[in-house]
């Protein structure tokens, strides 16, 4: 399972491809992918706020 801030990650990753995709098509399905996983960040940030599932271990955490 990733956390918010890998899916966090990924978007921008998906977004920098859409930016530099030179067909619409990959543009466009780049950036539907990016705002998939800002969604799924989203929704495991609510998760988590709810107390359904366990917040991410920082490395502070023992």
């Not at 801030?5 to 998906?14: C, I, Q, R, S, V």
């Not at 977004?15 to 990959?26: C, G, I, T």
Request: overall charge negative.
């Amino acid at each position: 399972m990733r956390s918010v801030a890998e899916y966090l990650e990924k978007a921008a990753e998906f977004d920098e491809l859409a930016a530099s995709a030179n067909v619409e098509v990959l543009r466009k399905r780049y950036a539907d992918i990016a705002a998939c996983y800002r969604l799924l960040a989203k929704d495991r940030e609510w998760l988590i706020s709810t107390g359904a599932i366990e917040g991410e271990r920082t490395n502070l955490d023992h």
